[in-house]
């Protein structure tokens, strides 16, 4: 069947050139100088694709654009002169399949046609197919949930993937954006193109124009062979430009050109390449912030923000989580080349359920990962996910307030901690310089004890520490040892409040401020580490610092361990 195509233009010696073209490729063509005329030759014909100018004579080609993509499914492209970008935008955002510039360039427009032809062949295999297309089933296998967010947002990447338009992926990080970026491409008609991802912050930022649009031989120092770059890496396919805010303002500039005008020029090289790719990126961070802050140029943020998609966070999904946890689990079974796939108690796939993946499906895996690592049976309980005991009652009212309350040993500590750090700060309010060093050392511990052991914690999930797993009924031994701690804590804090009593009077130090202050930050660190019975990395954690600047110290005030065993 000949595939037959609308062309909507008022220079007829354009329209003429487009439709010599045409037939060229095999297609025969109509042509139509008016909006009306476009109109009627629209309603009175079938057309597998449409090509429109945005300029014509009784009205828009917007118009034309909107009421085509409102009513079917036939890709419409938009001819746009320089100066129109905006209009160009506003087409794909209306549903316009693509653009292409005048002066009208014979090989642009080939390859617009040439893309517009596999999306009619898309279409076709997917109605002459049964309940399920390919495309579906790839969907299902790549993106996982069924959730009542994920439906829309499936249906969103099977529209996208039929459009040339870029498309900026939000959403918190570890919600898959990458994932649905490949999905897009190998969607789209440029599936048998490159898809090349490329981690802006990762660049350093005197080698990203090399690394963007490649250099010719000893066009610099170390230049030792002609280099491709990423756009041209991409030619036919789609460029992912990943964490696109981390882009360095002078190179954001020459990253518009090139979108804008599909060329490049090679570092060295006299002469502009043209390049077909398609651009999709996506960023962590608020871009329309950084764009009123003067970060991220404006006019490059509407050229890659013509279509926004927004992923959702995993606690907006937490159905998915017992089929997303199967799958992974199912990964590193054949990852890691496991006899017995590893499996989820009915308790754990709960507990899952009810925790605040502040790392979304990143954390999952890494959740998934740890419990099978720790696991010496096939069969994973809570215990193995390493995750902290919650009042799941009250659990979502929590975590959407992002805050917990601490431990009870932590309350005691930060309580200690407090009274310590005011009487201190009251004695010299006039030592400004050294209230700062003060501050540094002890200050994490008032203001909140948090730890940086797993890169997603947040003051609502706190790490099951060796102090919290100890208030088990279950193991009397270290029942009887905490209550060892706390006793000799309770004279290491009668110690502490008659050193302080001292100053109560507004006395000064008689052994002079540095001592003092020495002191204090000794009796601590001595307290932290009593209450942990002498584990070092519990006492950093107590003490809101690191294992190293905590063991540093120790040697710095002589504190040894043998000076204070029982």
């Not at 991802?197 to 005197?206: D, R």
């Amino acid at each position: 069947m000949t595939t037959t195509a609308l062309v909507v233009d008022d220079e007829v010696d354009l329209c003429r050139l487009m439709q010599i073209t045409l037939t060229k490729m095999g297609i025969k063509s109509d042509v139509a100088y008016t909006l009306s005329q476009a109109r009627s030759y629209w309603q009175d014909n079938d057309y597998d694709f449409c090509l429109t100018d945005l300029k014509l004579p009784d009205g828009s080609g917007l118009e034309l654009v909107k009421e085509i993509s409102n009513s079917s499914s036939t890709p419409i492209a938009v001819i746009t002169a320089h100066g129109s970008m905006d209009l160009a935008i506003e087409a794909l955002k209306l549903g316009a399949f693509d653009f292409v510039n005048k002066p009208l360039e014979l090989p642009r427009l080939r390859q617009l046609v040439e893309n517009a032809l596999k999306v009619i062949h898309q279409d076709n295999e997917t109605k002459a197919t049964a309940e399920c297309s390919p495309e579906q089933k790839l969907l299902d296998s790549r993106l996982i949930g069924d959730s009542a967010v994920m439906h829309p947002l499936k249906n969103t990447i099977l529209k996208l993937a039929r459009s040339q338009a870029p498309v900026f992926l939000s959403g918190a990080s570890g919600t898959g954006k990458e994932v649905v970026a490949r999905l897009i491409h190998d969607l789209s008609p440029r599936r048998d193109g490159s898809f090349v991802p490329v981690n802006c912050g990762a660049i350093p930022s005197e080698l990203m124009e090399s690394e963007f649009f490649g250099h010719k031989k000893g066009s610099f120092t170390g230049a030792v062979a002609d280099k491709q770059g990423l756009f041209q890496q991409a030619n036919g396919g789609t460029l992912f430009l990943d964490e696109v805010a981390d882009l360095p303002l002078a190179m954001q500039v020459k990253l518009l050109r090139a979108i804008q005008e599909k060329t490049v020029r090679a570092i060295g090289d006299t002469k502009e390449v043209p390049v077909d790719i398609r651009i999709l990126s996506a960023t962590h961070k608020n871009l329309n912030q950084l764009v009123q802050d003067g970060a991220f140029r404006q006019d490059l943020y509407y050229r890659i923000n013509v279509i926004e998609l927004k992923l959702p966070t995993l606690n907006a999904r937490r159905d998915d989580i017992p089929v997303l946890a199967k799958h992974f689990l199912a990964l590193i079974a054949d990852e890691w080349q496991l006899e017995n796939p590893p499996i989820l108690t009915v308790e754990a796939c709960e507990r899952l359920q009810d925790h605040n993946f502040a790392g979304n499906v990143r954390e999952l895996r890494n959740v998934l990962e740890r419990a099978v690592t720790l696991a010496e049976t096939p069969h994973i309980d809570i215990s193995h996910l390493g995750l902290p005991d919650i009042d799941i009652t009250h659990h979502r009212a929590v975590s959407q307030d992002q805050k917990s309350e601490p431990a009870v040993v932590n309350n005691t500590q930060h309580s200690e901690l407090q009274t310590s750090h005011q009487v201190v700060a009251q004695s010299i309010e006039n030592r400004e310089k050294v209230i700062q060093s003060m501050d540094e050392t002890i200050a994490p511990q008032v203001k909140q004890l948090t730890t940086n052991l797993h890169p997603y914690r947040t003051n609502a999930q706190h790490y099951p520490s060796m102090i919290q797993r100890s208030e088990s009924p279950n193991h009397t031994a270290r029942h009887n040892h905490e209550e060892s701690v706390t006793n000799r804590s309770i004279v290491q804090e009668s110690d502490e409040k008659a050193i302080l009593s001292k100053l109560e009077d507004g006395q000064l130090p008689s052994q002079g401020l540095e001592h003092y202050l020495q002191e204090q930050e000794k009796q601590l660190i001595i307290t932290a580490l009593k209450q942990t019975a002498w584990n070092k990395t519990q006492a950093a954690e107590l003490l809101g610092t690191t294992f190293r600047s905590l063991r540093y110290r120790m040697k710095k005030l002589e504190i040894a361990e043998d000076q204070f065993e029982p």
